[in-house]
């Protein structure tokens, strides 16, 4: 039989008085350096429900799903899916919406904790009903654009909703575009079917 190096021995020895080499995980949290990148995760102030995320996700991980009878939007990821690549962030309209956390253990005997939802109120189309965006969504772009905002017809009405200056019920009962339309919130393609109105018929 071969005897032990002394090398082996020394680590045997203090392996006894310190306690084993390797982590205790997951008995106890793993060490995460801060740079670590882990599983992405949405933020309530920074995230404006765009949708864009969604789009760019490779595995499907984010979904946007827009729940037209309640009228709202709900952005949905399902941590089981996901790669970690780091395109959301990466992509992200606002640079805020969804981070890279440095969380890596989402292993669970429960199915829903590994889900994560957040909502917004729809914007829909004042004349088709079709969904524009949604409300954090409109008021970003409001923010970014300043006093150009009132220069917008359909931003001008909607910021005039907010402050109560704008009647949401005037002006809606009758057929086809009429020139007053044009203070309503349209969608692009309505709005774009009422300047061809306007330019070709008078």
């Given at each position: 039989?071969?005897?032990?190096?002394?090398?082996?021995?020394?680590?045997?020895?203090?392996?006894?008085?310190?306690?084993?080499?390797?982590?205790?995980?997951?008995?106890?949290?793993?060490?995460?350096?801060p740079e670590?990148?882990?599983?992405?995760?949405?933020?309530?102030?920074?995230?404006?429900?765009?949708?864009?995320?969604?789009?760019?996700?490779?595995?499907?991980?984010?979904?946007?799903?827009?729940?037209?009878?309640?009228?709202?939007?709900?952005?949905?990821?399902?941590?089981?899916?996901?790669?970690?690549?780091?395109?959301?962030?990466?992509?992200?309209?606002?640079?805020?919406?969804?981070?890279?956390?440095?969380?890596?253990?989402?292993?669970?005997?429960?199915?829903?904790?590994?889900?994560e939802e957040?909502?917004?109120?729809?914007?829909?189309?004042?004349?088709?009903?079709?969904?524009?965006?949604?409300?954090?969504?409109?008021?970003?772009?409001?923010?970014?654009?300043?006093?150009?905002?009132?220069?917008?017809?359909?931003?001008?009405?909607?910021?005039?909703?907010?402050?109560?200056?704008?009647?949401?019920?005037?002006?809606?009962?009758?057929?086809?575009?009429?020139?007053?339309?044009?203070?309503?919130?349209?969608?692009?393609?309505?709005?774009?079917?009422?300047?061809?109105?306007?330019?070709?018929?008078?």
């Amino acid at each position: 039989m071969r005897k032990p190096k002394l090398r082996e021995l020394g680590e045997a020895i203090k392996a006894l008085i310190k306690g084993p080499y390797t982590t205790k995980f997951p008995k106890k949290p793993a060490e995460i350096a801060p740079e670590y990148k882990g599983f992405p995760e949405f933020q309530e102030d920074g995230c404006v429900r765009c949708g864009g995320c969604a789009e760019i996700c490779p595995t499907r991980t984010i979904e946007r799903r827009d729940l037209i009878e309640e009228g709202k939007r709900v952005m949905f990821r399902n941590y089981a899916n996901c790669i970690i690549c780091g395109q959301c962030q990466l992509y992200c309209l606002t640079g805020e919406g969804i981070v890279m956390t440095n969380e890596f253990d989402k292993t669970t005997l429960d199915r829903h904790n590994i889900y994560e939802e957040i909502e917004d109120e729809l914007v829909f189309c004042e004349a088709c009903g079709a969904v524009i965006t949604t409300k954090k969504h409109m008021d970003w772009i409001a923010d970014r654009l300043g006093e150009m905002t009132y220069s917008n017809p359909t931003f001008f009405v909607y910021k005039g909703y907010e402050m109560g200056l704008a009647d949401k019920d005037a002006g809606k009962n009758h057929p086809g575009f009429w020139r007053e339309d044009h203070m309503r919130v349209l969608c692009p393609r309505c709005r774009r079917n009422l300047m061809f109105k306007e330019d070709w018929e008078g």
